[in-house]
Nanobody, 130 residues
């Protein structure tokens, strides 16, 4: 049973930082790609950052240079470091996983293409005030 459990969201001022964590379990030795997605009220869910089993990463343009995705395989944990936060980053952030060797740039576009990841966490709220 694959499980993804996020933590680390909160309310901050513009310019501040947060680190989101996602505890990942159930994949054993399978190949998979992980991603962080976000959804603001009234907007579509969008891919923010993705990473694959080889450590390749990809980011949506609006967060490049500010956010960093990483994973600690020993702890089975995925992270998203959010720096220089802006009010437009306010959203529910979701950790998600897809089985197989999916290129990370494709993972980012999965929801925009009308598709979905195989597994989703419950989400963690990030609120940035100006």
């Amino acid at each position: 049973q694959v499980q993804l459990v996020e933590s680390g969201g909160g309310s901050v001022q513009a310019g501040e930082s947060l680190r989101l964590s996602c505890a990942v379990s159930g994949f054993a030795d399978s190949k998979y790609s992980l991603g962080w997605f976000r959804q603001a009220p009234g907007k579509e869910r969008e891919g923010v950052a993705a990473i694959d089993s080889d450590g390749n990463t990809a980011y949506t343009d609006s967060v490049k240079g500010r956010f960093a995705i990483s994973q600690d395989n020993a702890k089975n944990t995925l992270y998203l470091q959010l720096n220089s936060l802006k009010p437009e980053d306010t959203a529910m952030y979701y950790c998600a996983a897809v089985r197989g060797e999916i290129p990370v740039r494709i993972v980012l576009q999965i929801t925009a293409a009308g598709l979905t990841m195989d597994y989703w966490g419950q989400g963690t709220q990030v609120t940035v005030s100006s």
